[in-house]
C-alpha cells in the first residue's frame, strides 16, 4: 500500500508559477512510477506527466508540454510539478499517482495503483 499527500495549491495569476509536491509513504517509492493528472470542473481527468522510477523517462501532456516539469526526490519520497507560464485553462484539482508500469501507458490513468485526494490550483486572468 502507498499513501500519497498533494500539497501546493492555490490561487495564482495568469502567467505565473507554482510547484506542487507530493509525499509518498508505505512501500517502497523506488518501486513506482510517479504521474500527475488533473481535472476540471465537468471534464475527464487529464494526464499531465510522469517519470519513471530513477527518472530515467519522463513523459507530458501535450497541452503542458513546455510549461511544466515533473521531477523526483527518491531520497524524499517526494515526487514535484514545476508549473510555469500559467493559463486560466490549467485550473484544476491536481492529483498525483503511483504506478508500476515504466513505458509510455504511464498516460493513461487506468495504470496507476494509488492516488492522492489531490490539491485545487486555481489560474486567474
Known amino acids: 500500500q502507498v499513501q500519497l499527500v498533494e500539497s501546493g495549491g492555490t490561487l495564482v495569476q495568469a502567467g505565473g508559477s507554482l510547484r506542487l509536491s507530493c509525499v509518498a509513504s508505505?512501500?517502497?517509492?523506488?518501486?513506482?512510477?510517479m504521474g500527475w493528472f488533473r481535472q476540471a470542473p465537468g471534464k475527464e481527468r487529464e494526464f499531465v506527466a510522469a517519470v519513471t522510477s530513477i527518472g530515467g523517462n519522463i513523459y507530458y501532456g501535450d497541452s503542458v508540454k513546455g510549461r511544466f516539469a515533473i521531477s523526483r526526490d527518491n531520497a524524499k519520497n517526494t515526487v514535484f510539478l514545476q508549473m510555469s507560464s500559467l493559463k486560466p485553462e490549467d485550473t484544476a484539482v491536481y492529483y498525483c499517482?503511483?504506478?508500476?508500469?515504466?513505458?509510455?501507458?504511464?498516460?493513461?490513468?487506468?495504470?496507476?495503483?494509488?492516488w492522492g485526494q489531490g490539491t485545487q490550483v486555481t489560474v486567474s486572468s
Open positions: 499517482a503511483a504506478s508500476s508500469f515504466i513505458n509510455f501507458v504511464l498516460r493513461y490513468r487506468t495504470n496507476y495503483n494509488y
Open positions: 508505505g512501500r517502497s517509492f523506488t518501486s513506482y512510477s
